[in-house]
């Protein structure tokens, strides 16, 4: 047996990001923060783990994610603890713990734990980006949400998606559906696949979902929720669409995206990429929880929001040859054969000004950093040795594209650099 240790790998179901995929995710950020902050949205970072309570209130006790896919521990000092598994629930946290003054529009960029299969797309930690308003229970709000998720999608240059739309109604109009649905599915019951045989009394909006094709047979014709809503969820409903309409938001109506829990209210939507495996081809959704700042012991406060996941957009952007993203280049690289200081000090002269410069270290020779500096990617070498010391002067050799190399005093390299750079 060797004493050598294994090399240490990443845990399995989560991944590395780095340089150049991850200029792409500073892009994806720096877009997403463009349009959100430009409505009024407000960067949140609230503490990737939070008492479990947060969770099994605020995202449901009979939820997948909560009942099988939560990281939960208990820390130190006995509290039992969960690892986000989502967004939403740790920014209504917030909220209900600070009270900001209403209408509190934030933004997050995080990462999420689920402990559910690795798969393509699918991670134990993956990335979200998203967008929580309370306050108001104003229908353009719910048009304003949606219209920041579409924003971003076009603004990656994503096309082949499409934006699916439900109404979930509210406490007036939900529960005689439920019945109805219930009695209805009841009656159906030996056409169901196992599970909702078993499991349609617990909550039959389930079965609505179900991928199975048993299920999606059975429920074809059955009574749908946007069908009976109530006057007023009808009204927002419609307001809802006529907005889209106006934004010219394109949008389809999906009587099967349900969320099961009684804090979802009304506007329930999800984005669909085609460019994606139908099984999991979600690039975002979102809705109302009107309830759900009470079930964490705030006011009653209306609030909508989305999450987007951040691995599964790209995928979709691959999957359409769209935001690709080249990393910025250098624009100087400093080859020093002469001590170092000069390597040292215009360095620090350039990013001082400004510009993009790099260098290399431990005294190598010419050759091993003109190398480097042409791996570098840089646009200029500038090249600093016994010679150009005794004179005060740099040699400035391009890299890229046409030009050969000049000589130019110490003193207003910076100033070369800088007009190459633009
Ligand atoms: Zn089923
Ligand atoms: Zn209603």
């Not at 150049?20 to 959100?36: D, I």
């Not at 690892?83 to 003054?101: D, N, S």
């Not at 998203?130 to 990656?156: M, Q, Y």
């Not at 394109?250 to 939507?269: A, I, N, S």
Request: net charge negative; aromatic share 8%; with cysteine.
């Amino acid at each position: 047996m060797s004493d050598e240790p294994t090399a240490a790998r990443a845990p399995s179901g989560t991944h590395d990001v780095l340089w150049p995929e991850s200029s792409r995710w500073e892009a994806l950020l720096a877009t997403f923060a463009g349009l959100v902050e430009a409505a009024g949205y407000g960067l949140a970072h609230t503490p990737l783990f939070e008492d479990v309570k947060v969770f099994r209130r605020g995202i449901g006790e009979g939820s997948d994610v909560v009942g099988k896919e939560m990281y939960e521990f208990q820390d130190r000092g006995g509290r039992t603890l969960a690892l986000r598994p989502e967004g939403t629930a740790p920014i209504v946290r917030a909220y209900v713990q600070h009270r900001p003054p209403l209408p509190w529009k934030a933004w997050y960029a995080t990462p999420a734990f689920r402990y559910e299969r690795p798969q393509a797309g699918r991670y134990r930690q993956h990335h979200q980006l998203g967008v929580e308003a309370l306050g108001p229970e104003d229908p353009d709000l719910d048009v304003e949400v949606i219209g920041l998720a579409h924003g971003l999608f076009s603004a990656l240059g994503l096309t082949d998606y499409t934006l699916k739309l439900n109404s979930m109604g509210d406490a007036e109009c939900r529960p005689a559906y439920i019945e109805l649905l219930r009695s209805y599915l009841a009656e159906r019951r030996d056409e169901l696949c196992p599970e909702h045989q078993e499991r349609l009394e617990a909550n039959p909006l389930r079965v609505l979902d179900c991928k199975r094709e048993a299920c999606r047979k059975a429920t074809a014709d059955a009574p749908r929720l946007v069908d009976h809503l109530c006057g007023p969820c009808r009204e927002h409903f419609d307001r809802v669409q006529t907005g889209l309409e106006a934004l010219n938001i394109p949008y389809e109506l999906d009587h099967r995206l349900v969320r099961g829990f009684d804090y979802y209210t009304r506007t329930t939507f999800e984005f669909a990429s085609q460019a994606l495996d139908a099984a999991q081809n979600s690039i975002g959704g979102g809705g109302r929880y009107d309830g759900l700042v009470e079930m964490l012991g705030g006011p009653a406060t209306p609030g909508i929001g989305f999450g987007i996941g951040i691995e599964r957009v790209l995928l979709a952007c691959d999957a359409e040859g769209v935001f690709s993203v080249s990393p910025p280049v250098l624009d100087a690289y400093v080859v020093d054969v002469a001590g170092g200081e000069s390597a040292r000090d215009l360095t620090a002269e350039l990013r001082c000004a400004g510009l993009r410069a790099d260098r290399a270290f431990d005294g190598r020779s010419m050759k091993s950093q003109l190398k480097s500096a042409d791996k570098s990617g840089a646009r200029l070498a500038l090249i600093v040795g016994p010679d150009e010391v005794a004179v005060g002067t740099v040699s400035v050799r391009p890299l890229r594209g046409e030009g050969t190399q000049q000589t130019v005093s110490r003193t207003e390299v910076v100033d070369v650099v800088r007009r190459a750079a633009q």
